[in-house]
């Protein structure tokens, strides 16, 4: 069974930084493309991050390039995305995904697609 966890969400004022993890379970970095995605209140669910199981290659939303940093750890079956600059707008539930729709250019997730129970991220002004 196919199991993400996230931890290191919080409160932080603009400008500053988290690190968010996803401890995953289930399933190896061999079988799935992995990322995150997040909900902001009120909005659909979008692709924050992506990293291909083929190359690993890595994909942001115009968003958050150059201030948010995906990586993994196989050996340790974890995700993190290391965000800085943090804006207000970046404020959201953030989910860690396995089994994602990734290509050059796109990340999107499908009915197949392996959710966490997600982490709140709130970015005060």
């Known amino acids: 069974e196919v199991q993400l966890e996230e931890s290191g969400g919080g409160l932080v004022q603009a400008g500053g930084s988290l690190r968010l993890s996803c401890a995953a379970s289930?399933?190896?970095?061999?079988?799935?493309?992995i990322g995150w995605f997040r909900q902001a209140p009120g909005k659909k669910r979008e692709g924050v991050s992506c990293?291909?199981?083929?190359?690993?290659?890595?994909y942001y939303a115009d968003s958050v390039k150059g201030r948010f940093t995906i990586s993994s750890d196989s050996a340790k079956n974890m995700v993190y995305l290391q965000m800085n600059s943090l804006k207000p707008e970046d404020t959201a539930v953030y989910y860690c995904?396995?089994?994602?729709?990734?290509?050059?250019?796109?990340?999107?997730?499908?009915?197949?697609?392996?959710w966490g129970k997600g982490t709140l991220v709130t970015v005060s002004s």
């Open positions: 990293i291909s199981r083929s190359d690993g290659s890595t």
């Open positions: 995904t396995a089994d994602l729709i990734y290509s050059s250019g796109s990340c999107h997730f499908s009915e197949l697609t392996h």
């Open positions: 289930g399933f190896t970095f061999d079988d799935y493309d």
